[in-house]
């Protein structure tokens, strides 16, 4: 057997371990055996590619290989879950630039060989245009989650993106028709660096979901197309179920908060204020509770439903719910978790942060399976949670008019753990905060909820 029979089983079992890892991420209880099989597929890749015979420097390889384990290494030893989200972007967006380093080289090589078809050429033009816009995008998707930096203001941001769009069109389609003058590559590639700003630039935080499910899919895409360059087939497929997964959760998402993909990228970001004004809304009639009072709640509570927000994220408070899990549990209450598409900061931010708890999975309910639960549910507890929980959506000329919610208010009490009465990225003020069954328990997710358990324990 020779080694490009070798080469080929293995890239067909590495295929096939991706797909079975992709397929097992689809619910939180075989997420982990998912990405267990999907770096096995990965190493099995790795491996089988070092026979390749065309490798020039093997010392070259492990001095890369090197390098990145141990910067993998590194970021899995010291990023908390609640910069998963930062580091995400971080990974689409190194993808990207990697796409467009190899088809690059791979794309010069061919021309030099002669080798100019138009597959090759097409598939170059689509590396460089997406993956560009994939690593700039993501670095900004990265500064706005790290809160480092807000990104540029774009005057007349639509008609700058349509702009750089028909200027890397006309880029890419000559790098087509003219493949030896790699002047048209790198203009290409620049004006995609650009793109990938002025559309990242200008999206708000609500819409950070969309963009990372968005990004991913494009480093994907962007490796496929990679693929196409190398003739690799592995890298095509691979590049094609990252890409295919990333649209379909996009649409997920922006199903999820009522949202066109279209408004998320050349939209103004999702409609603020809508006429609610805070003072009318909340004016005497907020029930400000204690640790004391809560614990007496749920002391004598049956069903309690935890919905955890991007307050829980930024409060690191998911072991403290774990422990107020257990207690509750103890004393003989039924606890889960109300699950939303969007709660976070991107898809699945809080059955990651909850399992890193260890949190059982099967506690874990999403959104359309407990809101028929909620009018069985004793307690209710918000924490860090606002747009998602707004009942404002259910009115029909409202400013989130649509997006689906968590119906906590149906709850027969509602504790909402909060710092203030801040809107959430909408910045609509949520009336759910001074319903008659709803209280507001002020401070530090964290803290709040240890000193729930705290007094849970005194009762």
């Known amino acids: 057997m020779s080694s490009d029979d070798v080469i080929g089983i293995g890239y067909l079992v590495a295929a096939a371990l991706f797909i079975l890892g992709l397929k097992g991420l689809g619910k939180p209880r075989t997420a982990v055996r998912g990405n267990q099989l999907g770096a096995l597929g990965m190493f099995v890749a790795v491996l089988v590619t070092l026979l390749d015979r065309d490798i020039v420097s093997y010392w070259q390889l492990a001095i890369g290989m090197a390098i990145g384990a141990a910067v993998g290494v590194l970021l899995a030893l010291r990023v908390e879950m609640t910069s998963m989200p930062q580091l995400v972007a971080l990974f689409n967006g190194f993808g990207g630039l990697a796409s467009v380093l190899v088809g690059a080289a791979s794309f010069f090589e061919a021309v030099g060989r002669g080798n100019d078809d138009l597959q090759v050429s097409l598939a170059a033009a689509l590396t460089a245009w ?12 990265f500064t706005k989650l790290q809160e480092v930096w807000d990104g540029l203001p774009i005057p007349a941001a639509r ?3 349509i702009t750089l769009s028909v200027a890397a069109l006309g880029l890419a389609i000559a790098v087509v028709a003219q493949p030896d003058q790699r002047l048209w590559f790198w203009l290409l590639v620049a004006v995609a660096a650009v793109s990938g700003v002025t559309l990242t630039s200008p999206i708000g935080g609500a819409d950070m979901p969309v963009v990372i499910a968005l ?34 959760l996009t649409a997920i998402m922006t199903k999820a908060m009522n949202r066109t993909l279209i408004d998320v990228l050349f939209g103004d970001g999702p409609a603020s204020g809508g006429g609610l004004d805070a003072d009318e809304v909340y004016a005497g009639k907020v029930t400000s509770t204690s640790a004391d009072e809560v614990a007496m709640l749920l002391d004598t509570a049956e069903r309690v439903v935890i919905v955890p927000g991007y307050g829980l994220a930024v409060a690191q408070a998911q072991h403290a719910v774990r422990d107020l899990t257990k207690a509750l549990e103890a004393n003989g209450s039924e606890v889960v978790f109300g699950i939303h598409p969007v709660a976070g900061r991107m898809p699945g931010h809080m059955n990651v942060l909850l399992a890193e708890a260890e949190i059982s999975y099967d506690a874990l309910v999403e959104m359309d399976m407990v809101n028929p639960t909620f009018e069985q549910t004793d307690v209710a507890i918000v924490l860090g949670a606002n747009d998602v929980v707004n009942p404002v959506a259910r009115e029909p000329d409202g400013p989130i008019a649509g997006m689906p919610i968590l119906d906590v208010d149906n709850a027969r009490v509602v504790v909402v753990i909060k710092r203030s009465l801040s809107p959430g990225f909408a910045g609509i003020p949520n009336p759910l905060f001074a319903a008659d069954n709803a209280m507001m328990l002020f401070g530090d997710g964290k803290a709040a909820v240890v000193e729930i358990t705290k007094a849970l324990a005194e009762v």
């Open 130 to 141: 997406i993956g560009a816009v994939t690593f700039t995008g993501s670095l900004i998707a």
């Open 159 to 161: 008609i700058v993106n």
């Open 215 to 248: 990004l991913n899919s494009f480093s994907g895409l962007a490796a496929a197309a990679a693929g196409f360059v190398l003739d690799n087939a592995l890298l095509i497929i691979a590049g094609a179920l990252v890409g295919a997964s990333g649209l379909i």
